[in-house]
């Protein structure tokens, strides 16, 4: 016969574990910043509730751990201070008993040192992130919204993200802007700055920052919008949403990525909305009030149009209507009908996808700066995908006409120092400069690849192919590649 003594503080931790296996909801008066939470990907997804006096405060799925956590994630409840929250969940109830207050969230010590880390690429704390969204430049700062699953590493809950910059390369991650509700998640979309105060949403002297989203539900989706007063730190929602339920005149799930901008000669907004088989265009005065004015067929998913100078001549100027698979078309726009020239050309392979320009540039600075999605899991860690470089956006003419090309921003220059520079190397010499930097996991390469009988070249680093050019099919990395 075995006996076991436990102490009178194990007791009281045991009867708390089961006190929370058993109840339907756990009380926690909230007196710090953040809530953290256990994530295990072996649990099922279960909902979890925060009410405030029996108010739903927010909603979300969440795979709770009831054994070791795989990670934690965490809410910002920075907002609740002094307020009682009831949380109830309806998974495994073991996990409820593991969620603890803080100032800083689990693992603050090893943030943005883990293992897999980008360390030039925006990632978020914790999470999925996906899609950007809403870029916009206001009063000094670059602001980067973005499709964004709090909860896990996976794709769910979503919601957008935030994240501001003053050169775009050096980000800080706020608390997340826009939440799921009862009418839906929150899909991808734009933000615009209200300067003349069209929607009637002003604040004395101080514009509206405006962001038009797409709500998706199980039966359709449709688009809304909601508004800040302070540097899109706090969103009111629209009390009269949707704007646009489209559903009916399409017949289809898929309408979605709400595009808003300024066309100037007509005085009016300008709405892009993917919907079905491609692009529609909406006109509006007001923000509130839309006119569906065309369409044109080809693209899927997150539309961006814009004008571009052809080689710099402002009196040589183009419009670009873009979709989210990186492919676009040149042609013309009179502020309700986009007009094809050529198209559909591709400008960029590999990983980008549902990349969008920033809105409201200043004048001073034209230029048109685009932010994608790079579609890179990160094995292992509390958080995946990342954002690519800022690069900018102009139009060259080539010999096969007018063509749309890319480069990284200025800005990204401020990270890197020169380590070497050589000329008319050998493949056999550049493999041993290589060699002599590859002690260091964080440089930059920028190179021309010149081919005299070679059918291949490309670039392996710490055994992986990173670039590989076969001439034979003209195939980059695995993709068709037409050398315009």
């Given at each position: 016969m075995g006996?076991?003594?436990?102490?009178?503080?194990?007791?009281?931790m045991?009867?708390?574990?089961?006190?929370?296996?058993h109840?339907?909801?756990?009380?926690?008066?909230i007196?710090?910043r953040?809530?953290?939470?256990?994530v295990?990907q072996?649990?099922a997804?279960?909902?979890m509730?925060?009410?405030?006096?029996?108010?739903?405060?927010?909603?979300?799925?969440?795979?709770?751990?009831?054994g070791?956590?795989?990670?934690?994630?965490?809410?910002?409840?920075?907002?609740?201070?002094?307020?009682?929250?009831?949380?109830?969940y309806?998974?495994?109830?073991e996990?409820?008993?593991?969620?603890?207050?803080?100032?800083?969230?689990?693992?603050?010590?090893?943030?943005?040192?883990?293992?897999?880390?980008?360390?030039?690429h925006?990632?978020t704390?914790?999470?999925?992130?996906n899609?950007?969204?809403?870029?916009?430049?206001y009063?000094?700062e670059y602001?980067?919204?973005?499709?964004?699953?709090p909860?896990?590493?996976?794709?769910?809950?979503?919601?957008?993200?935030?994240?501001?910059?003053?050169?775009?390369?050096?980000?800080?991650?706020?608390?997340?802007?826009?939440?799921?509700?009862?009418?839906?998640?929150?899909?991808?979309?734009?933000t615009?700055?209200?300067y003349?105060?069209?929607?009637?949403?002003?604040?004395?002297?101080?514009?509206?920052?405006?962001?038009?989203?797409?709500v998706d539900?199980?039966q359709?989706?449709?688009?809304?919008?909601?508004?800040?007063?302070?540097?899109?730190?706090?969103?009111?929602?629209?009390?009269e949403?949707p704007?646009?339920?489209s559903?009916?005149?399409?017949?289809s799930?898929?309408?979605?990525n709400?595009?808003v901008?300024?066309?100037?000669p007509?005085?009016?907004w300008?709405?892009?909305?993917?919907?079905?088989?491609?692009?529609?265009?909406?006109?509006?005065?007001?923000?509130?009030?839309?006119?569906?004015?065309?369409?044109?067929t080809?693209?899927?998913?997150?539309?961006?149009?814009?004008?571009?100078?052809?080689?710099?001549?402002?009196?040589?100027?183009?419009?670009?209507?873009?979709?989210?698979s990186?492919?676009?078309?040149?042609?013309?726009?009179?502020?309700?009908?986009?007009?094809?020239?050529?198209?559909?050309?591709?400008?960029?392979?590999?990983?980008i996808?549902?990349?969008?320009?920033?809105?409201?540039?200043?004048?001073?600075?034209p230029?048109r700066?685009?932010?994608?999605?790079?579609?890179?899991?990160?094995?292992g860690m509390?958080?995946?995908?990342?954002m690519?470089?800022?690069?900018?956006?102009?139009?060259?003419?080539?010999?096969?006409?007018v063509?749309?090309?890319?480069?990284?921003?200025?800005?990204?220059?401020?990270?890197?120092q020169?380590?070497?520079?050589w000329?008319?190397?050998?493949?056999?010499?550049?493999?041993?400069k290589?060699?002599?930097?590859e002690?260091t996991?964080?440089?930059?390469?920028?190179?021309?690849?010149q081919?005299?009988?070679?059918?291949?070249?490309g670039?392996?680093?710490?055994?992986q192919?990173?670039?590989?050019y076969?001439?034979?099919?003209?195939?980059?990395?695995?993709?068709?590649?037409?050398p315009e």
């Amino acid at each position: 016969m075995g006996v076991r003594f436990f102490s009178l503080l194990s007791i009281s931790m045991f009867l708390v574990a089961v006190q929370f296996a058993h109840a339907q909801s756990v009380p926690i008066t909230i007196t710090k910043r953040y809530l953290n939470l256990p994530v295990s990907q072996s649990e099922a997804h279960g909902i979890m509730q925060f009410k405030v006096k029996d108010r739903q405060e927010r909603s979300f799925k969440i795979r709770l751990a009831s054994g070791k956590p795989d990670y934690w994630v965490f809410c910002d409840v920075s907002a609740l201070k002094g307020q009682t929250i009831s949380i109830s969940y309806d998974g495994k109830k073991e996990g409820l008993g593991k969620i603890y207050q803080d100032d800083v969230i689990t693992g603050q010590d090893s943030l943005y040192n883990e293992k897999n880390r980008p360390q030039f690429h925006f990632t978020t704390k914790r999470g999925w992130i996906n899609d950007p969204n809403g870029m916009v430049f206001y009063d000094g700062e670059y602001h980067l919204f973005y499709q964004h699953n709090p909860y896990e590493r996976e794709w769910e809950n979503m919601s957008w993200g935030h994240a501001v910059s003053a050169d775009m390369v050096h980000w800080k991650e706020l608390p997340t802007a826009l939440s799921p509700d009862s009418t839906g998640t929150m899909f991808s979309g734009s933000t615009i700055i209200d300067y003349n105060n069209t929607a009637g949403f002003n604040k004395g002297s101080i514009p509206a920052m405006i962001a038009f989203y797409t709500v998706d539900n199980p039966q359709k989706q449709v688009q809304s919008m909601a508004y800040s007063l302070d540097k899109g730190r706090t969103w009111t929602k629209y009390s009269e949403n949707p704007l646009i339920d489209s559903k009916a005149k399409w017949n289809s799930q898929d309408t979605r990525n709400p595009r808003v901008m300024w066309y100037e000669p007509s005085k009016h907004w300008v709405m892009v909305l993917n919907e079905r088989d491609g692009h529609s265009v909406y006109t509006s005065k007001n923000l509130k009030e839309w006119q569906y004015e065309s369409h044109i067929t080809g693209f899927w998913e997150c539309p961006d149009l814009f004008e571009l100078p052809v080689d710099g001549d402002k009196t040589k100027s183009k419009w670009v209507m873009y979709g989210a698979s990186a492919s676009y078309m040149i042609g013309s726009f009179d502020g309700k009908k986009f007009t094809p020239e050529s198209g559909k050309h591709y400008y960029t392979t590999g990983s980008i996808y549902a990349a969008q320009t920033f809105a409201n540039m200043p004048a001073s600075d034209p230029r048109r700066i685009q932010i994608g999605w790079g579609r890179i899991s990160h094995q292992g860690m509390p958080f995946n995908g990342m954002m690519l470089m800022p690069t900018e956006l102009k139009l060259r003419n080539t010999k096969n006409g007018v063509r749309l090309v890319s480069s990284p921003v200025k800005e990204v220059e401020k990270l890197f120092q020169s380590a070497g520079r050589w000329s008319s190397l050998s493949s056999q010499s550049a493999n041993e400069k290589l060699k002599s930097i590859e002690t260091t996991d964080q440089f930059r390469i920028s190179t021309t690849i010149q081919l005299s009988h070679a059918t291949s070249a490309g670039l392996s680093l710490f055994g992986q192919r990173i670039l590989d050019y076969d001439m034979n099919s003209n195939l980059v990395n695995g993709v068709f590649y037409s050398p315009e």
